[in-house]
Nanobody
Framework: QLQLVESGGGLVQSGGSLRLSCRAS????????IGWFRQAPGKEREGVSC????????RYADSVKGRFTISRDNAKNTVYLEMNSLKPDDTAIYYC????????????????????WGQGTQVTVSS
């Protein structure tokens, strides 16, 4: 009943752009911080970006800072991740997760606060 669904992944050329969406079903995102995570083949899952429930706190991994932008539209129950200047190293399955915290957001994919996870969307960046 309570789930997140990612969309917007695909295959793009290096230097291209992609916009991912994370939409909640069965609950409102108004009171949840949202994190974006990714996992490349043979690698550990890592935090990419996160945003607090109000949008007042935003964090980015150093590897994507300046290239990715996270935003949210609570009226649409959706969080976005706009990815620009994509590199082959960005190739991974991208997941979103929701945590019921008010003022902070969390970059660790192992945090127990992340109660809901999407199934992931594949992003592939070719050379």
């Amino acid at each position: 009943q309570l789930q997140l669904v990612e969309s917007g992944g695909g295959l793009v050329q290096s230097g291209g752009s992609l916009r991912l969406s994370c939409r909640a079903s069965g609950f409102t995102l108004d009171y949840y911080a949202i994190g974006w995570f990714r996992q490349a083949p043979g690698k550990e899952r890592e935090g990419v970006s996160c945003i607090s429930s109000s949008g007042g706190t935003i964090r980015y991994a150093d590897s994507v800072k300046g290239r990715f932008t996270i935003s949210r539209d609570n009226a649409k129950n959706t969080v976005y991740l706009e990815m620009n200047s994509l590199k082959p190293d960005d190739t991974a399955i991208y997941y979103c997760a929701a945590a019921p915290i008010e003022t902070l957001c969390l970059m660790s994919p192992n945090s127990r606060r992340y109660e809901y996870w999407g199934q992931g969307t594949q992003v592939t960046v070719s050379s």
